[in-house]
């Protein structure tokens, strides 16, 4: 049986199932030295940088001028870049050769609720509206969405012409309240897979699955550090039949030591549509997490344990994998570095043992397989051990 949510784990189900396996980066074999800098291939200076074109936003816009440039998220389709920023979306065309960089296109939308937004007492710089969501919907539509001051709101555009099509969607659950929390999002299969915080405290923090015509809404129980511990989300990607989300979190397995960063990879089913009434109904059925390990091994190994920026998946020696940038823990000494995961690592990370954690106070400790709850957590429905199951709201 699977446990309720917010019942002591016994046996650490689907829901919060953490693999024991890290997942650990493709290194040269042998005990090795703190690595020295690899020589670059090549160089070049910040001063060679005024050589090339540069964009500089809105400098006429009074706000620019007094709050700087706001850039949120960059997206690139085909020759065009399209730049997410405060109040406005910028379409660039790559293929143009110009001493400046000029937009083709402007979107410009800005919020309507800031006199709500100040009489809240809320930072007067945050009382615009941020365009923290940028991802193709289809061929034809771009989906956006902004902070639109403490008042998240979603929208279609046009890709062409950014024109608005159809009305606005409630934005909560699909991008924070404002600039400074982290979040992802992409559309898969149809679905819009999204991460990031419920509210503007910044205390529900949720992976979010909804715009489907026949997928659920699902999300991530509310409240429960096993699922996510105050997550910083980085990326999403679609490989297979799972979305994959990229983050660092505080590590609940290591508690004892105070706040200690991990980087996770979690996975869903893109099939998964939630459980049964008695149990788990719209909650993810499918959530697993696994920690990122980017470390230098030998005698006692050297962690970069926060993730900071990550790849989409790419091919190296004829395998897919994505890359990543990690850097220390805030309180050690400073030092970076560049990892590669095979994405059939990661798989067999989340293939192997589980951890759990009898109870709050006791430490976690490898799950026996012949403990592990039938089927496999983590399992799609109609596949491997969940082969007999047509739906995610039939498992027992």
């Not at 936003?57 to 920023?85: E, K, V």
């Not at 710089?125 to 991802?135: A, F, H, P, S």
């Not at 939630?274 to 091994?297: D, H």
């Not at 709050?360 to 403990?371: D, K, L, N, R």
């Amino acid at each position: 049986m699977r446990q309720k949510p917010g019942s002591p784990p016994i046996i650490l189900p689907a829901f919060v199932a953490l693999a024991l396996v890290t997942v650990l980066p493709q290194l040269s074999s042998g005990v090795m030295p703190f690595p020295q800098d690899l020589e670059p291939i090549s160089t070049v200076g910040r001063e060679a940088s005024y050589l090339y074109p540069s964009f500089r936003g809105l400098m006429s816009d009074n706000n620019t001028a007094r709050l700087g440039l706001d850039f949120q998220r960059m997206l690139r389709i085909n020759h065009m870049l399209y730049i997410a920023a405060r109040d406005h979306v910028f379409a660039i065309n790559l293929a143009s050769s110009s001493e400046q960089i000029i937009p083709q296109q402007k979107l410009t939308w800005k919020t309507k609720d800031v006199e709500k937004c100040t009489v809240r007492g809320k930072n007067s710089d945050e009382c615009y509206n941020y365009i923290k969501v940028l991802v193709p919907r289809n061929d034809e539509t771009l989906f956006a969405c902004g902070t639109n001051a403490f008042n998240p709101t979603c929208r279609n555009y046009k890709m062409l012409t950014l024109e608005q099509e159809g009305e606005e969607v409630v934005g909560q659950a699909r991008c924070p309240f404002e600039s400074r929390q982290s979040n992802v999002g992409l559309f898969a299969g149809g679905d819009f897979y999204s991460a990031t915080m419920t509210d503007f405290l910044a205390s529900d923090a949720v992976i979010y699955r909804s715009l489907g015509e026949s997928s659920p809404v699902l999300r991530t129980v509310k409240y429960d550090s096993k699922w996510l511990r105050e997550p910083h989300f980085l990326h999403a990607i679609e490989y297979g039949n799972y979305v994959y989300f990229f983050f660092s979190e505080i590590a609940v397995e290591y508690t004892t030591l105070g706040k200690v960063v991990f980087s996770r990879v979690a996975r869903v089913c893109k099939n998964d549509n939630g459980g049964s009434p008695r149990v788990l109904e719209r909650y993810w059925t499918s959530f697993l997490k696994a920690r990122l390990n980017c470390s230098v091994p030998g005698d006692s190994f050297f962690y970069f344990d926060v993730l900071q920026s990550l790849t989409n998946v790419l091919q190296i020696n004829h395998r897919p994998a994505v890359l990543g940038v990690f850097t220390t823990q805030a309180n050690s000494i400073t030092g970076s570095a560049v990892c590669a995961f095979y994405m059939d690592d990661i798989e067999k990370a989340f293939n192997g043992k589980f951890k759990e954690q009898r109870n709050s106070e006791s430490a976690w400790t490898p799950v026996p397989e012949e403990q592990v709850p039938k089927p496999r957590p983590g399992s799609c429905a109609g596949e491997g051990s969940a082969a007999a199951y047509k739906t995610s709201t039939a498992f027992p």
